[in-house]
């Protein structure tokens, strides 16, 4: 069984502090009521204010707003008019409740934002800058990109770079969800936020602050809240036009039977204002967004960051899920695997040539060829560079015309060459127009990658579709091994958008929504496009993570269903919640109007359906995911 940490901040001991004066109170005033009603009175009437004082000025500030139908308005109507019929007990009891009904809710999202604000607790205070050969303490937002920066063991790095002296292990678990730290020595890079736990390590920043993943983060985070659901909307609507009716009801349940039918006033002004009590709608406008808060809060605690409780509940609505191949599945780091020579060339000589047109390219095919060379590229005369988009690139090496790319470069030429099944991406080479050899360049699918299309199956999405620019004999092995049926291939960054504007409208027809989970800059317009825009890796890529609707904290395809089993569970939960919150106080309401429902079966339905209603919520927080 799990541990309940109980927290209390200033403002709940203060007001536990008032509900025990106010108990206390009130116990005294009942001692007395027999011997001395007038001083019982008296003391019934400072414990009720003591009880009731957060209440009425939050009622009064309503009313001054023209919100004469909030939940603080009904309260201070009921319990004032259960004082005038000299209820005073009953009347203490709601106020009492209702506070202490307050404070679990406090807590509640409390916990909930803990998860959230651990990432909040990531941001750097300072950073060890070197200037002139010495180490100087000041504010991250200071230090500009090339700048060189100390980390001690135990400090935060404050900002994106690259180790340049010095390896230590490095715990980014507030960044991405990752317990396991990640050892670093030179060349690797490191995220600002990152918590440095073992050696001394000399970092040369590779953007500001302000640009660096830790900041990128605090501010999705800090705007998470910001969009709300269709539920919680709906509820807020729903509370609008519930309040003016239930009041409406209470008022003629208190006059009609006195003034048509000869009944006791007393007796409908009791049974009208327990009507009331029954009736406050906390239980609803409480547990509804606290829900849609544990949801989001579950999922930064899974390592997903969602932007609003709109994207949360969208989840639920999934039929489609489209995937950008490389960088996303894959992982986007490409080696070289096979080289087909047919020039007259040595291997050596002949990946020296292609990586001399490659050299300013940052594609990672073009980095995988040019870390497979050993020659040195100087050596070459280069001229004319043009990248084709979609093709590749052409270039005058030496006086000869080269032309490295894909198919389509090679039919451009009018080259006619037998396509070849692989597991890599075919890099073909054509020198003065004739066709000289092709290198395979090997990107490995993720580990988890093949478990998250199955999870996502047995989820009930069937609609797996994944687009690549690669070669359809790639990208066909790679679909059929994590058993994706979907697949389009040899497309550009616009083909991408129109096959996700017809599969988008296909989902649309059927009330579904669609996702697009890509990783990179040119993914950026078909995750504006998708119904819910899902960013892998997105630390790596600013642009991804500015488009995006959900960011996926760690490079793991697995957490896409992870975050669609919580966006169901939190809306079962906040669908129990509705149904028993209204099904309780219909059941209450009807008892109160033929006299079977006292005051503090009143309050029970008000402030205990509340307190069940939130406790319930917890749950989401409380329940473990797959990952």
Request: glycine share 6%; aromatic share 6%.
């Amino acid at each position: 069984m799990k541990k309940i940490n109980l927290h209390f901040d200033q403002e709940a001991r203060e007001k536990i502090t008032l509900i025990v004066i106010s108990v206390v109170l009130t116990i005294i005033a009942m001692f007395l009521r027999g011997s001395q009603p007038l001083i019982s009175t008296i003391i019934f009437l400072i414990a009720y204010l003591v009880s009731a004082q957060r209440v009425l000025r939050k009622a009064w500030k309503n009313i001054k707003s023209g919100n004469f139908f909030s939940e603080n308005i009904l309260m201070s109507i009921a319990t004032i008019g259960a004082l005038l019929i000299g209820e005073y007990p009953e009347a203490i009891a709601v106020m009492v409740l209702y506070e202490i009904g307050d404070i679990i809710e406090d807590m509640a999202v409390d916990r909930s934002k803990r998860s959230i604000s651990n990432l909040l607790e990531a941001k750097p205070e300072f950073a060890h800058l070197k200037v002139n050969n010495d180490w100087q303490t000041v504010d991250p937002s200071v230090v500009k990109i090339d700048d060189i920066i100390m980390v001690k063991p135990g400090e935060k790095i404050p900002l994106d770079g690259v180790v340049i002296s010095g390896s230590s292990s490095v715990n980014t678990a507030a960044l991405t969800g990752e317990s396991v730290p990640v050892t670093v020595t030179n060349g690797d890079q490191v995220l600002g936020g990152s918590v440095n736990q073992e050696g001394v390590i000399e970092v040369k920043a590779t953007k500001v602050f302000e640009d660096s993943a830790v900041a990128k983060i605090l501010e999705l985070v800090q705007n998470a809240s910001d969009s709300k659901a269709p539920t919680e909307k709906f509820i807020s609507k729903f509370a609008n036009y519930y309040t003016p009716v239930v009041v409406l009801a209470a008022l003629l349940l208190a006059v009609i039977p006195p003034l048509f039918f000869g009944q006791s006033c007393s007796v409908w002004i009791g049974r009208a204002l327990t009507f009331l009590v029954i009736s406050c709608p906390c239980a609803l406008v409480i547990s509804v967004p606290l829900g849609f808060f544990a949801g989001i809060g579950s999922a930064s605690k899974n390592g997903v960051l969602i932007k609003g409780s709109n994207f949360l509940e969208a989840l639920n609505d999934l039929d489609t899920v489209v995937f950008d191949k490389t960088g996303t599945l894959t992982e986007g780091v490409f080696e070289v695997t096979n080289i087909d020579n047919q020039s007259q060339m040595s291997d050596d000589d002949f990946i020296a040539l292609v990586a001399a047109v490659e050299q300013n390219s940052n594609h990672p095919i073009a980095k995988s060829i040019l870390s497979y060379n050993r020659a040195d590229l100087t050596e070459f005369t280069l001229s004319s560079v043009e990248e084709v988009a979609g093709h590749g690139l052409k270039a005058k090496v030496d006086g000869r015309d080269v032309t490295v790319g894909n198919m389509k470069a090679m039919k451009a030429l009018g080259l006619e060459i037998d396509e070849k099944a692989s597991s890599g991406t075919l890099v073909y080479v054509a020198i003065d127009g004739t066709y000289q050899g092709m290198i395979t360049v090997s990107d490995k699918i993720k580990p988890d990658a093949k478990k998250a299309i199955q999870r996502l199956q047995d989820l009930g999405i069937q609609n797996l579709v994944m687009l690549t620019g690669d070669n359809k004999a790639v990208a066909d092995i790679v679909a059929k091994e994590l058993g994706i049926t979907q697949v389009y291939a040899n497309l550009l960054p616009e083909d991408k958008v129109a096959i996700l504007e017809k599969l988008k409208a296909e989902s649309h027809s059927k009330k579904k929504k669609i996702a697009f989970t890509g990783d990179g800059i040119n993914d950026t317009p078909a995750l504006t496009l998708a119904d819910i825009g899902i960013s892998m890796g997105g630390l790596g890529s600013d642009a991804a993570v500015e488009a995006s609707d959900i960011v996926i904290m760690q490079d793991q395809p697995s957490k896409i269903p992870t975050s669609i089993e919580i966006s169901r569970y939190t809306r079962k939960i906040i669908m129990q919640n509705i149904i028993f919150a209204l099904s309780v106080k219909t059941l209450f309401m009807i008892l109160s109007t033929f006299g079977i429902a006292s005051m503090w079966q009143a309050v029970f339905a008000d402030v205990g359906v509340t307190f069940l209603a939130v406790m319930n919520t917890l749950r989401i927080m409380r329940k473990d995911y797959k990952n």
